[in-house]
């Protein structure tokens, strides 16, 4: 299992020696390691004086979907696993993967668990956030449950559902993940084996409002692809699914529009549900 790692940045070169040192201390090692910058203006281009086997790719600032497309383009080897600069892995993250694909060889795709932290302690998650085995595809409708830095996918997925989608500002992960899983079996490692930490200005879970608003274009979307597919009863079931997660997430956001007089946004979410229903 030959892996290559993507790891996107912009404005991190602190947190980013720390997410590198936690890739070259695996206790199975990655083939490559790839670093985008996304346009940084720190010292983010010095990074190599410190991991110099690591491969730099700077380019114009595009967005962290648009790195992700560069680095895994960019990649020479068949499995791509992903790595945020702000996140640190556990030294058995890659093992863990290795022993599962090894276990289960028609999956194309994995994740693992994951701890956070804030202000030096570790958060609980609530239960919405709880990792999944086996029927992924329903419990990540509503929201995001599989972290980028957690993933490890095979190549050929991306050929099959397309790359992260640079249009979406923000839950282009959660994005990717359902065009995933309509069509293909996720494994999970269930062990926490990233790190995540919480409360960065610059963390893009936190700048933007309203995230539902970009769910619901990614689910359009999905809507719109499965037509086009060849109709079973499993796909069949799934449209289903996507329908009613929409009309949940039209019906907040309609709400939200009237307790704050947006008129426009009242007209678009009214007639989103009346052709829905």
């Known amino acids: 299992m030959d892996i290559s790692v993507v790891i996107p940045s912009y404005n991190r070169y602190e947190v980013l020696q720390r997410a590198l040192a936690s890739v070259y201390a695996q206790t199975y090692k990655p083939k490559e390691v790839i670093i985008i910058d996304d346009g940084s203006t720190d010292k983010t281009s010095q990074i190599l004086k410190l991991f110099p086997d690591a491969k730099y790719y700077f380019q114009k600032n595009a967005g962290v979907s648009s790195a992700r497309n560069r680095g895994i383009e960019k990649a020479s080897y068949e499995w791509i696993a992903f790595l945020d600069s702000d996140d640190e892995w556990h030294r058995d993250k890659l093992q863990e993967h290795l022993e599962l694909h090894l276990n289960k060889p028609e999956l194309l795709m994995s994740y693992t668990d994951e701890k956070w932290m804030r202000d030096a302690k570790e958060v609980k998650l609530a239960k919405k956030y709880a990792k999944v085995d086996k029927d992924i595809f329903s419990s990540s409708l509503s929201h ?37 899983a309509i069509k293909h079996k996720i494994g999970l490692v269930d062990k926490k084996l990233i790190t995540k930490y919480g409360g960065a200005e610059d963390q893009l879970s936190s700048k933007f409002w309203g995230m539902d608003r970009f769910r619901v274009v990614a689910l359009e979307k999905l809507l719109r692809e499965s037509v086009q597919e060849e109709i079973t009863s499993t796909l069949y079931d799934k449209k289903e699914m996507i329908r009613s997660e929409l009309l949940k997430k039209y019906t907040l956001l309609l709400k939200g529009a009237i307790k704050h007089d947006k008129i426009q946004d009242i007209k678009i979410y009214e007639k989103k549900i009346s052709e829905l229903v």
Request: net charge negative; hydrophobic share 45%.
């Open 144 to 180: 995001c449950i599989i972290a980028p830095s957690s993933a490890v996918m095979h190549k050929t997925l991306f050929e099959s559902v397309g790359f992260f989608d640079e249009t979406l500002e923000v839950c282009e992960d959660y994005d990717l993940w359902l065009r995933v």
